[in-house]
């Protein structure tokens, strides 16, 4: 799966006042598909502006949902970037088990352990 790029602060504040329900989708890093369920069951994690069809993200909600709108995020230099290369997810520790199994609809081949799955041969 490829990684997408990582939305920097000054990139929301630059969407202006309010955006498209697919921008603010990328910008918390989930799928347009997932956005608009959320949406229907009343459960995006910011408040939305629906203009008939149209679902409208305004854009100070999502700064401060990711805690950047706080003055202290901006590093010096003027740069608006938080975290690490000017990363919104700040970094740190993996929130995912990496010895976790695969789950059982994982499209890799999984490993099978012990000589009782190689016909008895060790």
Do not use: C
Not at 78 to 88: K, Q
Not at 106 to 122: F, I, K
């Amino acid at each position: 799966m490829a990684r997408r790029p990582a939305w920097t602060v000054e990139q929301i504040r630059a969407l202006g006042a309010a955006t498209n329900l697919a921008s603010a989708a990328a910008v918390l890093g989930i799928g347009r598909t997932l956005a608009y369920e959320l949406v229907a069951t009343g459960q995006f994690p910011v408040p939305v502006i629906r203009a008939g069809t149209r679902v409208i993200v305004p854009v100070a909600p999502l700064l401060k949902l990711l805690h950047a709108d706080d003055p202290s995020a901006v590093e010096a230099g003027g740069a608006t970037d938080i975290g690490a290369g000017g990363r919104l997810d700040r970094g740190g520790e993996p929130r995912v088990d990496a010895t976790a199994p695969d789950p059982a609809d994982s499209p890799r081949p999984r490993r099978r352990a012990g000589p009782e799955h190689n016909g008895g041969h060790p």
